[in-house]
């Protein structure tokens, strides 16, 4: 997986599971698109994220800008965590902080559950990555 990952298309907030610390940025097809994104962070230990982003833009934070993105919360920066800005292109507005993340293009459709979380459904994967 290379940083930037970026997306000119509309991404939202798609959930958060409490019990797992997983959090899913979703594109649904549509809107010109034949294709679904899903990019998905796990063992998060905080984020600060707007419901939507257009032309989604996600980078991985080096350690020395951390403290000036996050401020007061960077205390919640753990020793296998990393640092991951989320914004539109072009500029920030939010971050995860988080152990791993992942995409996945595939044919699916809006409510089924993400190909990242669900081997059965490799077939339907165009296109996948992680960090790290």
Not at 31 to 44: E, K, N, Q, W
Request: proline fraction near 3%; aromatic fraction near 14%.
């Amino acid at each position: 997986m290379k940083f930037p990952l970026r997306y000119n298309r509309r991404f939202k907030v798609w959930s958060y599971q409490v019990s797992h610390n997983v959090l899913l940025l979703r594109s649904n097809s549509g809107r010109g698109f034949v294709d679904r994104v899903d990019v998905m962070f796990r063992d998060v230990a905080a984020f600060r994220l707007r419901r939507t982003y257009e032309n989604l833009a996600v980078d991985l934070v080096p350690a020395s800008d951390a403290f000036g993105l996050l401020g007061g919360d960077m205390e919640t920066v753990e020793f296998d965590s990393y640092v991951f800005s989320v914004g539109a292109v072009g500029g920030v507005s939010g971050f995860v902080v988080a152990g791993t993340c992942h995409f996945a293009e595939d044919d699916m459709e809006y409510g089924e559950p993400s190909a990242i979380d669900h081997s059965e459904f490799a077939s339907r994967v165009t296109r996948s990555g992680n960090f790290p």
